[in-house]
């Protein structure tokens, strides 16, 4: 149980850099998200801290001991790739075997710790199969076990469900997150499915063109994004974004017009998510459009509305029925879930309360 | 109808070529088998004999000495070649180093010089060394000649192999050669056989340098067969034995090779 530091960590390659600058604690036994869209620079993060990729400057720190210069096998970390880098010419015990092998264990104690770790994965049938005779998710599950057959300092995957197809993915996640619980070792995931974040994390660390963008808990990154990027790339579907002015009290921009307690201002988007807004009756509501288009998704309506320019999406109730091109009512269902952002920095400003559907 | 005309053109061509290919090999082998007499007739209706097999081993021809050279040159040349090959190839293939495109080059483009053009540098750094007609000179010609292309060869084979293994082994605690022990050499085995036996090949059959470089000592197989063009004439049936006798390896070896071959193409990644 570790803690991980990157003090200015920075990796270039030429002139394009991978990840600028950028310090992260990662604290013992934490189950840190790295987030991003694909080449944020997240595996590259996560490859430095194997020591599979060289920092082009900065220090990187295991258990408070600089790392730089160590080459993977020193850093006493296990991974998990996302095409799960087993093996092919030995069979599953043998793959799961070898880290112990490595470090000089007997054979008696590596088939014991082979065959428990088997158990615990359910690969014990499949021991002597080799892995070009297994499904996906139990190369998956191979690739779990050669990591946590020993007690590593830390656990890095990087992206492990992505090859996994829906619905095994979902119990994976539920696996590995009972998984940690029970081990408690530092873990750094990598992932572009913000879902997997989401559910995983301890924390989340949004990255962005080589920088991490926000870093907090999955449920303050929901709910109070640091900034535009944060708001639009978390949640399905995504916050709405309206761009608009406050004037004298009010967030004003087509058909919509919403009190705020802010001071006047130019330039602002105003997000807000899906499931804080609500369609209702009233003429005086603060937001007027016309229905464009209804999905339903099981537990909830998806209603996306539409006025010249401005698209809004509200999550309804599941029994909630519209026609297309119905002119609808807008309101805010519940206070302080508002926020306004700088339209030219991106970052937010404030977060405010509305009284709900009264204007 | 006109899907059976092609399959019938198809066929005949390749009946065609197949003929003009394996025809000169197979009177190679009836004409090993005539007796003197027989070797000029064009029949199949001759008394077949393994005189001629007998013949080419007995004074003055002693072919044994010449395939004790040939196998200890080509042998050895692989022996040396292909490990060393090999490492230079998974580095050529793994690590980022500068100006690793033009070393990678460099080491093809010796393969561009036409054989002729240094035979006769290196007949006279051997004349210098004192090494002329002996198998140690063979071996280092050859493997000059064939190690470029066993590296350009094992590099293909390694570069097609996933580095999510290697990388997985090196965080599991593998130091860089245990990484290529364990993993990168098993992984390329199949690569690896078929490199070192075209490497085999290219250094049995190998004639020229053999031919200006050996004398009496150090005669090779292939620079063997010359010696059956005599005053008396050409020896067919004696040359047809021991062509029969360089072939026969090779052929083996091509059949092994066929069967490594297609695993080398689809053994690799698991995804």
Known sequence: MTEVQLVDVEKRYGSFVALQKQSLTIQQGEFLVLLGPSGCGKTTTMRM?????????????????????????????????????????????????????????????????????????????????????????????????????????????????????AKLRVTMRAELKHL?????????????DQMEAMTLASRIAVMREGRIVQLDTPKNIYSKPDN????????????????????????????VKIPVQFQDATSVVLGVRPEDLKIVSKNSAPITASVYA???????????????????????????????????????????????????????ISTCSVKPTKC | MKKKLIWAAEHALLVVVSFMIIFPIFWMFLTSLKRPIDAYSITFNFQ??????????????????????????????????????????????????????????LVLSTQFIPAVVIVLPFFLMFRS???????????????????????????????????????????????????????????????????????????WNEFLFSLILTRRNAVTLPVGLVNFRTERGDLWELMSAAGVLITVPIFLMAILIQKHFTRGMTAGAIK
């Open chain 1, 49 to 165: 801290i194997a020591g599979l990729e060289e920092v082009t400057s900065g220090k990187i720190l295991i258990a408070n001991e600089l790392v730089n210069d160590k080459p993977p096998k020193d850093r006493d970390i296990a991974m998990v790739f996302q095409n799960y880098g087993l093996y092919p010419h030995m069979s599953v015990a043998q793959n799961i075997e070898y880290p112990l092998k490595l470090r000089g264990m007997d054979k008696a104690t590596r088939n014991k710790r082979v065959l428990e770790i088997a158990i615990k994965v359910e690969l014990e049938s499949l021991l002597k199969r080799r892995p070009s005779q297994l499904s996906g998710g139990q190369r998956q599950r191979v690739a779990l076990a050669r990591a946590i057959v020993r007690t590593p300092k830390i656990f890095l995957m990087d992206e492990p469900l992505s090859n996994l197809d």
């Open chain 1, 180 to 192: 940690h619980h029970e081990l408690g070792v530092t873990t750094v995931y990598v992932t572009h």
């Open chain 1, 228 to 255: 535009l990027f944060v708001a639009g790339f978390i949640g399905s579907p995504s916050m709405n974004l309206i761009e608009g002015d406050v004037r004298s009290g009010f967030f004003r921009a087509t058909a």
């Open chain 1, 294 to 348: 209804i999905e339903l998704t099981g537990e909830s309506t998806l209603v996306t509305m539409k006025h010249e320019a401005t698209s809004i999406c509200v999550r309804e109730s599941a029994d909630y029925e519209a026609r297309i091109n119905d002119v609808c009512h807008i309101a805010a269902r519940t206070t302080g879930k508002l926020h306004l952002f700088d339209k030219s920095t991106g970052q937010r």
């Open chain 2, 48 to 105: 077949p004999t393994f005189e001629n097999f007998i013949t080419v081993f007995r004074d003055p021809w002693n072919l044994g000495s010449m395939v004790l050279n040939s196998a200890l040159v080509a042998g050895i040349t692989v022996m040396i070649a292909v490990p060393c090959s090999s490492l230079a190839a998974y580095s050529f293939s793994r690590f980022r180093v500068k100006g690793r495109k033009i070393l990678f080059f």
């Open chain 2, 129 to 203: 060394l004192g090494l002329l007609d002996t198998r140690i000179a063979l071996i280092i010609v050859n493997l000059a000649i064939v190690t470029p292309f066993v590296i350009w060869m094992i590099k293909g084979f390694i570069d097609a192999l996933p580095v999510d293994s290697e990388e997985a082994a090196m965080i599991d605690g593998a130091s860089r050669l245990r990484v290529i022990r364990d993993i990168v050499l098993p992984m390329a085995t199949p690569g690896i056989l078929t490199s070192s036996i075209f490497c085999f090949i290219l250094t």
